[in-house]
């Protein structure tokens, strides 16, 4: 309690209540500071989801200080003010930070877990401070958040710090106004707080937190894997200097191909000193990999790079980033060099989050494991960005900015729960005019990926006080989301796939009028029975029409295909009927398969087009992982070509056939960088063709790009590039991928809009 001045003059009070991010950002602090600084009496609370704030003064002090509640906010949080009542002068002279209330209802905003701050940051590097080289040092501006709160309001016992009980030190800063770390829920020092420590194979854990740290550094610099758990989960963490060490860790995860992220000791004015030997950054990748989500950024690998050649194969590209937690700091300051830091989990499940589940799954990955005793309520993957179409845009969302909220243009009669896709799940969360999208959590084909599913959809109602009474799902009845909608016994929303792109795109843009929007991806069910994806829509959520689409072709092998790109190839020149004998069929079963139509789905999918391409010019007939052919095709590209102007017919709609891409593709006499350069640029022109149609039909003049194509930078920048030479204004999304994480987003506004529209 702060006494603040005493009125001579007149007094009014006012009830200020605002929303947004202003829990667990160190907001209520800041108004006991402020209020002081002004002269004003009353109080300050928490009220599950809200901040209530009674001011009370002379006039010009309380106008002064309601500004300051939003112009001089915390650098976390956002404040937005949504009543300010006059209301009674309360009888006090101070004001006061009181506890939060229980059950009060009001909007709810769960933050997610945020880098370490530059105060917490001098402290842990101070051997004069308590905390110095504590693993687990936080403040209100830092620290987990979203993966270990247990239920709201936000107070530590419903944290996952519940079973640390404060030492008398930590007692009196967390009780302190004055203090930064005034209810910051994780607060713990050396000796009240969650501990470190190492355990190798059968020798006994070493639990000297110093010590345990040093081990660990050791057997990163002797080679050897270590499994290090952080804020939403584990790292599985090598030299990634050492290509033996890196050759070894592909081999124990069965991970031959996919590129590894890569973790830089945070150096020099702006952080990127030591990473800037390895890649370069346009300002816009660079600003964005310091900035507060300190996610996974992919920039330039430059022609120098010494990284180890196995850390990201047949790439142009590097996923950088930054230590974002005081334990990543130690490790990185301790070995001083970038070292690999991939995610601790069984391939396409979500990350490893329990440490007896972690010792158990990853013991024939991790020769020794780097513990910690905190709890990791729910598990939260690092995000990754990439620069595309102009700006650095979101390939996954997860730690440091899920859960993901977005506002919709419609509000909802009732509380809707959307669980996406089969790939690269997400769970949305719909109410009111909101939608917040989890984390990233994997794809759906494993027991572990279907129990975090079933957390987290459970967990948002939780956290935010709200029960679903409907389920948005996908169409296609073999997704495991679909099987799990369909057993709640609750109403379903079936949402075709890829007009679900459609409406995530138009969503987030949110803008009046009718959309053209390219839902371009590797295969979703379409409404005919086929597989979709390289089609064009005209309208708007809720009321969507095919306009077109391209060619389409029977897929030898149905789902093979995503991994075997020579499928693609083989489909597309029997379905022009060119001779083509590849070598992955040499006992011709594929081609008999494909003649007799069995088990050859007809699909018009981009994605596939890509593969075919990749098999050629890149000769890869098989893939470790997905897209992995799109993304060497894509880094073949060096400098832009023309492209080709690929013919349109009218079918059941538009269509745009490929068939003369096949010459150039498959002409050794251009050199491939050429070919993937023409490829791209044609598939781009054959965008840009369709959408001069759409126009000149409907009108149209706002186009949005959808789908996991649009990740391709060549591709997208291409694209973009001459669909606004012609006139149209283009929307890439910026706030979720735009690949099948968006998919639960773009169900939940086509649900609300269907009802918008009755």
Known sequence: MVEAARHAGPVVARRLRLRGHVQGVGFRPFVYRIASEHGINGHVQNRLGEVEVVAAGAPADVERFKRALIEEAPPLSSPELIASDDIEIPPTDSFAIIASAAGAEAQVFVPPDYFMCDDCRRELQDPADRRHAYPFIN???CGPRYTLIEALPYDRPNTSMAGFPLCAACEAEYSDPADRRFHAEPVACPDCGPQLYYEQGSDAPVDDAAAALAKAVAAVRAGQVVAVKGVGGYHLVCDALNEAA???LRERKQRPHKPFAVMFPLTGEDGLSCARDYVDFEPEEASIATGPMRPIVLARR??????????????????VFLPYSPLHQLLLDAIGGPVVATSGNISGEPVLTDNAEASRRLAHVADAFLQHDRPIVRPADDPVFRRVGGDVRPLRIGRGCAPRELQLSWRQSEPLLAVGGHMKGTVALSFDDRVVVSPHIGEMDSPRSL??????????QSLYGVTATRIACDAHPGYTTRRWAERQGLPLEMVWHHEAHASAVAAEGDREGDWLVFSWDGVGLGRDGTLWGGEAFVGRPGDWQRFASLRPFRLPGGDKAGREPWRSAAALHWECGRPWAPADDADGLAQRAWERDINCPTTSAAGRLFDAAAAVICDLPRASFEAQGPMMLEALCAEAEQGMDLPLREDDVLRTDWEPLLDVITDRDIAPERRAAIFHASMAAAIAAQARVARDRYAIAQVGLGGGVFQNRVLADETIARLEADGFEVFLPRALPCNDA?????????VAARQEHG
């Open 302 to 319: 430059r022609a120098d790079c010494a990284l180890a050649p196995a850390v990201a194969p047949g790439l142009g590209e590097i996923g």
């Open 742 to 750: 968006a998919l639960s987003y773009g169900q939940a506004a086509e």
């Open 451 to 460: 129990d975090v599913f079933e957390r987290v959809a459970k967990d948002l």
């Open 246 to 248: 890196v050759q070894r």
């Open 139 to 141: 403040c209100t501006q």
